[in-house]
Every structure is written in structure tokens, then in C-alpha cells.
């Protein structure tokens, strides 16, 4: 595919990667009203084909263990279920819901049940409809569990669920096109700083433009670390692989399926029409190479299919219909995203990180972010929390609902 030259030499804004997190953050830069200036997203593979926004579950929940994470998920459901207003009621764009299965968190012991709880009430504080169920509670929901090693579950049956965020990203990237934001397929090989050091003042492309800019977003998945370097600087973001198969069931369930995340880690959730997708990953969790999205079988065979069968006996008899292997952008120093700009280099901004659940958060990363970079401070939600500044001084945010 053929790489394209930007149409100016000059923008105030470049962002580095044109998947979920980019084009959120171009799309609120170009909504925000005290923001008139010129934008370009660069993106090294705009089929985005191994991207992690195309390789995910597309499901969000409310059930998280911090209050600020809660809050997040909230605005991403608001964003999606109200998506024609925030788009300017233009009528071209889809009317979204939530496909609302919740997610169904199992604990198999009292550690994690007390963490279910403390979660819970943290949850119900923030307005979610979190509830707490026991396992004969569970059993009279949802009777093709087996429950004999369960001590609590938790499961959030509103705003909880499968979304369409291949329409949000879709709509994203049109209506800032329409907007006057530039995307290009081509890819950030280097970056020039002042001789001071505080900021990048140009990008060079690998088809050999230099492009000066006023600020710049990494926005790189999980090659964010890659883009970092560039400018000189480190960010704690690697890529991990995570796995997933859809199957059907010889006799599908008589209801639907939460997105169960089983105390192995496993998690599997409803798919519709008799479908089911799970996903997992190996007990031996290291970076991989960018590029390697081979499939290891043996995961399937010895771990993920026998911690199925034993959830759900009905499930015992099942077809893979397909299967993937994808990136997690995996922050390795507490899981959560990074975020706003570096400390001393600083017109550089991140967002990055986000372990697994950034498609869900990507609405509320995208509206702090172009707050951030335009008035210099979070004007809707505080996200200050998640700056990067938090690395540097060793501040991490514990997040006890990581999946």
C-alpha cells in the first residue's frame, strides 16, 4: 500500500496512530469549540487489520475497583447509547445500544470475594447497578453454571456488554475527516527536539517528509514505546498476546451468557445465534514481537477448553468457528493508561497502556486528552490520576479488575 504525503508541512497537533485512542482524540480536538487548529493522524496500516481495536472483545462494564475507572465507563455508555447527539444530531449517524449481559465476575475464594465486595460498594457509590449474587442466587439465574468451587459472584446487568465500536470508530474518523482533520497511511521514523530538549519540534515520515508540529500524541497501541523513543523517553508499554476463539455449542444455553470472567482467567461471554467468544492467554505471559500473532493451539486444548467444559458442563460439546491472536497495549507498571504530557519534553502527550480495556475507555481518554492539550487542564473528568508523572514518581493505580 502506498504511503501518503500530509498536504501541509506544518500542524499543531500530530497524532501517531489512527486506531481507537487516535481517532477518539482527533474527533473531540476537532468538537472542542476553543480548538481551531490543524490536525494530522498518521497511521502506519490504515486497514487496521492487527490493530487491537479490531482484535477485541467490544464489550464494556461498570465493574471496576477505582472510582475514576467507573466514571469512565459511564461516559463511554452515555457516549454510545446518545451517539446522533454527540455527533450533532446529524442524521446520518446510527442510533447504538448496549447488548446488556453484563459481565459475571466468579470468585472461588474469600480473598477475592472481599475484593468483590469492596469493588461492589465502590460501583454502587458511583451509580452502577452492581449486584452481588451467592451461589444459589447464581444457580436460579443462570443454571448452566456449575458453582460447587464458587463463594460470591458479581455481575452489573445495566450499561454491561457488547457495543458496536466499530460504528464509533468508523464515525470518529469520518466526521473529523469532514471536520478537517488529516489522516495519512504512512509511519513516524523520527523526531527532532530544540536544543534545550523540552520539545519535538518536527516529525520525519519514513517516506521522508519532515512535518513540524506544535504538539504531538502517542497514540501507538502497543507500540508506544516505540514512538517514545523517538523523542528520547521511555513509556512502560509492551506488547502482550491474549487469544480468542468463537465456537458454537452442539446445545446452545436456553439464555444469555454473561461475560464470565472464571477464576482461571478465562473469560467467555455471549455472541448470539448459538455463538459463544472466549478468550485467554498462556500461564507464561512475556512481550512478543510486534508482528507475531501466531496461535498456540495447546492453550485451547489443555487449558481453555477444559476450564469451559467445567464452568459450563453444556459446553463439553463444542465447534471453534474461529480463531485470533491479538495485542494487549500492556502496561507493565500497574495496568491503567497513561496519559498527558511528559514531564520535561513538554509538548510531547501520551495515551497509552490500557491493558486490555481500551476500547471501552476510549471515549472519555479522547475527550481528557484533546482537554488537556488545548486548555491544559481536564475540563469534564479529572484524569490527572493517570499522567504520566505518575511513572516517574512511582505512584501506581490499583486497579483490582484488570482482566
Not at 355 to 384: C, F, N
Request: net charge negative.
Amino acid at each position: 500500500m502506498t504511503t501518503q504525503a500530509p498536504q501541509e508541512t506544518s500542524y499543531d497537533i500530530v497524532i501517531v496512530g489512527g486506531a481507537i485512542m487516535g481517532a477518539s482524540a482527533a474527533w473531540f480536538l476537532s468538537d472542542d469549540a476553543d480548538f481551531d487548529g490543524t490536525v494530522l493522524v498518521v497511521e502506519r496500516d490504515p486497514t487496521y487489520e492487527n490493530s487491537s481495536t479490531m482484535h477485541t472483545n467490544s464489550c464494556m462494564r461498570q465493574q471496576f475497583s477505582t472510582e475514576l475507572n467507573v466514571r469512565i465507563s459511564q461516559f463511554a455508555a452515555d457516549f454510545v447509547k446518545n451517539l446522533p447527539r454527540y455527533m450533532g444530531n446529524d442524521d446520518r449517524v446510527p442510533d447504538l445500544e448496549i447488548k446488556n449481559f453484563g459481565y459475571m465476575y466468579l470468585a472461588d475464594n474469600d480473598d477475592f470475594a472481599d475484593v468483590l465486595r469492596e469493588s461492589q460498594a465502590t460501583q454502587v457509590a458511583a451509580g452502577a447497578a452492581t449486584q452481588l449474587m451467592t451461589p444459589q442466587q447464581i444457580r436460579e439465574a443462570y443454571p448452566f453454571y456449575n458453582v460447587d468451587d464458587i463463594v460470591l459472584g458479581s455481575i452489573n446487568l445495566v450499561d454491561e456488554g457488547f457495543w458496536d465500536a466499530t460504528a464509533v470508530f468508523d464515525w470518529w474518523r469520518r466526521s473529523a475527516r469532514e471536520r478537517g482533520v488529516e489522516f495519512v497511511h504512512n509511519e513516524v521514523v523520527a523526531m527532532t527536539k530544540n536544543t534545550a530538549g523540552t520539545r519535538v519540534e518536527s516529525i520525519t515520515l519514513k517516506s521522508g517528509q519532515q512535518i513540524a508540529c506544535g504538539q504531538v500524541l502517542n497514540a501507538s497501541g502497543p507500540r508506544a514505546i516505540e514512538t517514545a523513543k523517538m523523542a528520547g523517553l521511555n513509556v512502560p508499554v509492551e506488547p502482550r498476546k491474549r487469544f480468542s476463539w468463537i465456537f458454537s455449542a452442539e446445545t446452545p444455553l436456553d439464555r444469555d451468557l454473561p461475560l464470565t470472567i472464571d477464576p482461571s482467567g478465562v473469560h467467555v461471554r455471549e455472541n448470539g445465534g448459538g455463538t459463544y467468544q472466549c478468550g485467554g492467554h498462556s500461564d507464561v505471559d512475556p512481550a512478543v514481537d510486534y508482528d507475531d500473532f501466531h496461535m498456540d493451539h495447546s492453550i485451547w486444548e489443555n487449558h481453555v477448553w477444559p476450564v469451559l467444559a467445567t464452568r459450563i458442563p453444556q459446553f463439553e460439546a463444542i465447534r471453534v468457528q474461529s480463531e485470533w491472536g491479538g495485542h494487549y497495549a500492556y502496561n507493565t507498571f500497574d495496568h491503567n493508561a497513561i496519559m498527558g504530557p511528559h514531564t520535561q519534553v513538554e509538548n510531547f502527550f501520551f495515551l497509552n497502556g490500557f491493558s486490555g480495556h481500551g476500547l471501552q475507555q476510549s471515549p472519555a481518554m479522547g475527550r481528557g486528552t484533546a482537554e488537556i492539550m488545548v486548555h491544559g487542564a481536564y475540563k469534564s473528568l479529572d484524569m490527572s490520576p493517570f499522567n504520566f508523572e505518575r511513572i516517574e514518581q512511582n505512584r501506581p493505580i490499583i486497579e483490582k479488575a484488570i482482566i
